[in-house]
């Protein structure tokens, strides 16, 4: 790892692979999001719609 100065910020610079790794790392602690079926789908789209028409 090496440390760049460019207009007094700091920089690390980092070899490919070992960025794709913390990359992969901070990937694996995020939350997957959830998949929705259809019918909820669009329960969701018309209950959005709704509170964007009511906002207006």
Do not use: F
């Amino acid at each position: 790892m090496n440390t760049l100065v460019i207009n007094k910020k700091k920089y690390v610079v980092v070899e490919q692979s070992e960025y794709n790794r913390l990359r992969e790392q901070a990937a694996k602690k995020r939350i997957p999001a959830r998949k929705l079926s259809l019918a909820e789908g669009k329960k969701l789209a018309l209950s959005l719609i709704d509170k964007w028409h009511k906002g207006k």
